[in-house]
């Protein structure tokens, strides 16, 4: 292949042109994740609910504004070269049935899990993380979310109740795990640690950072990124968004002070595409948020220096 030639087909991988093209998450393959270090998962699901919907269309959105985050070779994307990503495409579900909704979504997680790759999801609202949780126990729950997501458990399950389920099905050990970012009412007792949202503005994201690191230990963990964490100036799309919380660079900062936690397994949820401002904020710091995930999920990634 002459130069020319090589270069044209280096830029057509990395998205040069992110305004063309098919799109899949940063531009990789689809597959099933045989083969693949981590495997993106998209989850178009919103039945559960509360408030404004939309977050149907949550993996769509991400997949367009994460052309971004591989547009150029002066982005540190290279590690893509090196490590074997790909999208699995999206959950499949009969529109409007939740169990079946529920049931396929663990399915996936499951055989994403059997093939040896680390599982990063996209959401759909928060209900999708109990399926997510599927084929682990006793995980350390990092979530970074503005609600505490331990509502009523005897309704079927909701956005609101996730965690309340993943604890009593023993898929989380809430005395490993840590909540960021609230600044809700507490809707049950847990023995998760909660650091407020105010907690985070006056100790800042590299304390917030080291709890974590404290709390959560070299135990297998699972980080739940509810993007309603961020404040709505910098995450409007959401569907029960919240005032008085992070930037996007605060979070930025925190989740890059993570890097070593051994996490196995990752979500970004709550993207809902029809509240969006214009530039599609939400989902751009969604696609970026999921980058930096990419990194912690994938522990070769930080150490990995391009050769130039
Ligand atoms: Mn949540």
Redesign the pocket.
Same mark, same amino acid.
């Given at each position: 292949m002459d130069k020319e030639l090589a270069r044209r087909e280096f830029m057509r991988e990395v998205g040069n042109q992110p305004f063309a093209g098919p799109l899949t998450f940063f531009r990789q393959k689809t597959g099933d994740g045989t083969g693949a270090d981590v495997a993106l998962l998209g989850v178009p699901f919103d039945m559960g609910t509360s408030n404004r919907p939309g977050a149907r269309f949550g993996p769509r959105a991400v997949r367009e504004q994460s052309v971004h985050a591989c547009m150029s070779e002066a982005f540190p994307w290279h590690w893509f070269r090196q490590r074997k990503l790909v999208d699995c495409g999206d959950t499949w579900y009969f529109s409007g049935d939740l169990d079946q909704a529920l049931g396929r979504i663990e399915e996936d997680a499951r055989a994403i899990r059997s093939r040896g790759a680390r599982l990063l999801a996209v959401g759909g609202d928060?209900t999708v +993380?109990l399926p997510l949780l599927a084929g682990l126990e006793g995980v350390a729950l990092i979530?970074l979310?503005?609600?505490d997501?331990l509502g009523d458990p005897f309704h079927k399950p909701y956005?609101?109740s996730?965690l309340n389920r993943a604890i009593a099905a023993g898929r989380v050990d809430p005395t490993r795990s840590v909540l960021v970012g609230r600044r809700t009412p507490p809707s049950a007792p847990s023995d998760i640690l909660v650091l407020e949202a105010d907690w985070l503005d006056e100790h800042g994201p590299l304390a917030a950072a080291e709890r974590i690191r404290e709390r959560v230990g070299d135990h297998a963990a699972y980080l +739940?990124f509810?993007i309603?964490f961020l404040d709505p100036a910098y995450a409007p799309g959401t569907g029960?968004p919240v005032p008085g919380g992070p930037t996007t660079a605060q979070a930025r900062r925190l989740l890059k002070a993570l890097r070593g936690i051994n996490l196995v397994s990752a979500d970004l949820?709550?993207i809902s595409p029809p509240y969006d401002g214009p530039g599609q904020i939400t989902a751009l710091a969604g696609a970026f948020v999921l980058a930096w995930l990419l990194e912690l999920v994938d522990p070769s990634c930080g150490r990995y220096t391009p050769a130039r």
């Open positions: 928060h +993380t979530q979310d503005s609600h997501d956005h609101g996730f +739940t509810d309603d029960t949820v709550e």
